[in-house]
Nanobody, 126 residues
Framework: QVQLIESGGGLVQAGGPLRLSCSTSEPTFSAYAMAWFCQAPGKEREFVAAVRWNRVGSNTGVSVKGRFTNSKDQAKKSIYLQMNDLNTEDSAVYYC???????????????????WGQGTQVTVSI
């Protein structure tokens, strides 16, 4: 069982930045990709960004493109989400996810990811 631990959430003013981290202590961890999703109250879980684990490549959601950047550090078995120019609509619980089984053809689809973190709350105030 792979455990994913998110950190870095909190309260931030609109226009400000925040950086989320997600890591696993699984010593033999490997995956097709890791991703970030978010879910606001009363809304469905929404894709934010994904990064391929053993290859170069990433995907970014339309609503955050140009503002959010995801990255990985394989040595630390971690991914990061740098969020800039935050607005109130970005307020949500952000989840880290890992796709360890193939073929991973739909990077934006939650069903592609078989491990999930507990989530970290991001609240953007006016």
């Amino acid at each position: 069982q792979v455990q994913l631990i998110e950190s870095g959430g909190g309260l931030v003013q609109a226009g400000g930045p925040l950086r989320l981290s997600c890591s696993t202590s699984e010593p033999t961890f490997s995956a097709y990709a890791m991703a970030w999703f978010c879910q606001a109250p009363g809304k469905e879980r929404e894709f934010v960004a994904a990064v391929r684990w053993n290859r170069v490549g990433s995907n970014t959601g339309v609503s955050v493109k140009g503002r959010f950047t995801n990255s990985k550090d394989q040595a630390k078995k971690s991914i990061y989400l740098q969020m800039n120019d935050l607005n109130t609509e970005d307020s949500a619980v952000y989840y880290c996810a890992a796709a360890t089984r193939g073929p991973w053809k739909s990077p934006l689809a939650a069903f592609e990811y078989n491990y999930w973190g507990q989530g970290t709350q991001v609240t953007v105030s006016i």
